[in-house]
C-alpha cells in the first residue's frame, strides 16, 4: 500500500476495536474510524458508515473494513464506475479470522 495514503480502518461496534489495534499496529499511519455512538476510543468517529466510506474510497485511501463483505460491496458499488482510482478495499471479520479483498488487487491489495 505504497505511494497512498495510509490505510482507514472502518468499525461499526467496539467489539472490532482489538482487532483494528492489531492491524493498525502493522500500519502504524492508519486511522481507526469507528462509529459514533457505538464505537469508544476509535482514532476519529464518523456519524454515517456509507458516506464514510464513500469519502475514503474517492480520496484514494485503502479501507480495511471490519464488517461483512456485503455491506462493504452494496456501498461502494455505485462508484466502480467511475474507474478513476481504485485503492484496496479488504473486509476482515471483527475477530480477524478472515480477510476478503474486495477491490485493488493490481494497486496493492
Do not use: W
Not at 492489531?22 to 462509529?35: K, N, S
Not at 479488504?90 to 493490481?106: C, I, M, R, W, Y
Amino acid at each position: 500500500m505504497s505511494g497512498r495514503p495510509a490505510p482507514a480502518i472502518v468499525i461499526l461496534g467496539n467489539g472490532s476495536l482489538a482487532t483494528a489495534r492489531r492491524i493498525q499496529q502493522r500500519y502504524p499511519h492508519a486511522m481507526i474510524y469507528g462509529l459514533a455512538g457505538r464505537v469508544d476510543g476509535a482514532d476519529r468517529s464518523y456519524q454515517e458508515f456509507g458516506a464514510t466510506l464513500r469519502e475514503l474510497y474517492q480520496q484514494d485511501t485503502p479501507i480495511i473494513a471490519l464488517c461483512a463483505a456485503g455491506i462493504v460491496i452494496r456501498t461502494l458499488a455505485p462508484l466502480l464506475l467511475e474507474k478513476g482510482a481504485e485503492p484496496p478495499v479488504l473486509a476482515v471479520a471483527e475477530d480477524g479470522s478472515a480477510v476478503v479483498p474486495l477491490l485493488g488487487g493490481l494497486g496493492g491489495g
